[in-house]
Structure formats: C-alpha cells, structure tokens
C-alpha cells in the first residue's frame, strides 16, 4: 500500500503560477501510475493531468500548454507545475495512483487505488 500526501496549494492571483508536490511513501513509486484530480465547490472531481512509469504525459483539455505534470522517482514524488492560472482553476487538487500491473485508463478516476487529502488552490481575480 502507499500513502500519498499533497503540498503545495495556496492562493494566488489570475496569471500566477504554483507547483503542487504529492508524496509517496510506504512503495517505490517508480511501480506506479500517478494522476492529478481537482473538485471544485458544487462540481464533480475531473481528471487534470497523469503520467505513467515509463513517463507519458496526458493532461485535460483545460490545462495543457499551462501545466506539466512530472516526477523524481528519486524522491518519490510527482509534481503539478500550474502556470497562468485561472479563477476557474480553484479546487481541492487530489493526487491519486495505482499500480502498474492494472494498466488502467490514466483519466479514468474509478481505476485509482490510493488518494491523497487534497490540496487547496485559490486564484483569484
């Protein structure tokens, strides 16, 4: 089992930037598939960004060319770099994984195992 704690949020205004953390511990990370997730107040979770173990990349239509989703296998961590930000872009960010032998659907959130609590990111206008 592994455990998944996110860093990283906070409140920044339109056009800022902010780089989210989630750690790992209790596995090697390298073993597995790690997602971005983000809820707005009154709206369903939605996928924003994952990255495989062999490190491709896919991201949601709202956030490409402005995020980057990467990680250190190293350090166990995978980061959420967050550039132009947007009000829209206001949520609780959840970083999610699952291990490699599911080879799930990387945008689909049910095929997650594990979940951190969430982070808070606040862009204001």
């Known amino acids: 089992q592994v455990q998944l704690v996110e860093s990283g949020g906070g409140l920044v205004q339109a056009g800022g930037s902010l780089r989210l953390s989630c750690v790992a511990s209790g596995r090697t990370f390298s073993d597995y598939d790690v997602g971005w997730f983000r809820q707005a107040p009154g709206k369903e979770r939605e996928f924003v960004a994952a990255i495989r173990w062999n490190e491709p990349t896919y991201y949601a239509d709202s956030v490409k060319r402005r995020f980057t989703i990467s990680r250190d296998d190293g350090e166990n961590t995978v980061y959420l770099q967050m550039n132009s930000l947007k009000p829209e872009d206001t949520a609780v960010y959840y970083c999610?994984?699952?291990?490699?032998?599911?080879?799930?659907?990387?945008?689909?959130?049910?095929?997650?195992?594990?979940w951190g609590q969430g982070t808070q990111v606040t862009v204001s206008s």
């Open positions: 999610a994984a699952a291990p490699l032998y599911k080879s799930i659907r990387p945008t689909h959130e049910v095929e997650y195992d594990y």
